[in-house]
DNA sequence: AGTAAAACGGAATCGATTCTTCCGTTTAGT
DNA sequence: ACTAAACGGAAGAATCGATTCCGTTTTACT
């Protein structure tokens, strides 16, 4: 039976040059907007038209699927390594900060511990792997006596959840806000303390409270 | 020059109930959906049909416009409840709680905090007239040793709106989380501690971290 | 240079959503 | 019964974003 020559042909330079700018342009803004991103938005921002997005996509959900997958894949391996450590508390106020980080300044993040976002398998898949590895890591840094006993594994996404909303809202005014209301946080994780972890971001000013009226 | 009779007349009897179910349903309903309800929404509530509520209000804008007022004049009541005690650290606390459970139970309030909502003159003012008084509160604990001095006012919004944020993603699945943030995040706020406030509300199950992900 | 296939741009289409208006019908009040 | 008030809900208008379509431009190769 005759085959074709070549069963994937040499795409054109053009082709790949814009399928790179199209791939990064949606990774920026991905990462500035969630899932609220429209295709319009990344056709722009990669200097292209929306039907030439469709020739290198097969829709919005599978492009944006795409970029979600390292992101969360990043979450599994910072936590493998809290896990190689062998300071237990250090380690996962460690992790706690790195996911906090990671939460706090990517929306799409955001939008994966917040939002109502279209069922994603890559989602599932994160919380059944991340659980274990999660528990792990609070159960060690409990026995350590570094975090109170109290504190259950499923409180763990709902702190990330928490610092997620605090830079959401209080960010384009503030940046690098959910810093020092994280720093809050972890000083009530701890068994017991006899002061507190100095706040060293500053915190906003009444203009700044202000500024969340005005609109973008 | 001659006047009308009647500069109001008395609305027919049927007008004035329905004005009613209106009110109410509008009430619930913003209290649920906060901002994002519509019109359509509140009508079908109210057991009426669109046209008959714009017979009764304006715009969209003015009803809630209308319906939020009470509940920010409330933060004010609460605010100076607060002042008005002579335990400033207790009464710094039991305000931020009862702040934090309106906030944590009423989608306007969170929409307040968390949302971009359109311009609200009772929102500006909301934040003129909190200021002071919130700052004076705070002031008051941090002076009693019952509040740990960097906490700055500005932070008081933020903490309400983390609370808010909880209660809005988790409360679906496990109505009441806010109150068991709520507990950790006031643990913070000590300047120091030799325990920990006892968790009381229970944490979230694995079931209910995975019903997150089904819409509705 | 010349040509055909590949790729492109962006207008047009489609669907969904929600405020607001309009008008024919129903109901309260006398 | 009759009239003015009130009602219901369809229709109008606007917005927004995914997806498709097709005439035009570019690349690759002779």
Redesign the pocket.
Known sequence: MPVTPEPT?R?????ER?RQRLLDAAGELFVERGFA????EIAARA??????V???ID???ALLSELLAPMLEEVLTLTRQALDRDDPGPAFFWLLRELAERVALNQAMRDVLLAEIPPEPMVTRLRAEFAPLGTEALRRAQAAGAVRDDLDPTDLPLLLAAVGAVELRFGRVAPGTWERFFTLLADSLAPSRTSTTKLVVVPMTDDQLGELSSPE
């Open positions: 042909r795409p054109r330079k053009d082709a814009n991103v429209s295709l319009e200097g292209l038209g929306v039907g030439t469709y020739r290198h829709d919005r959900a």
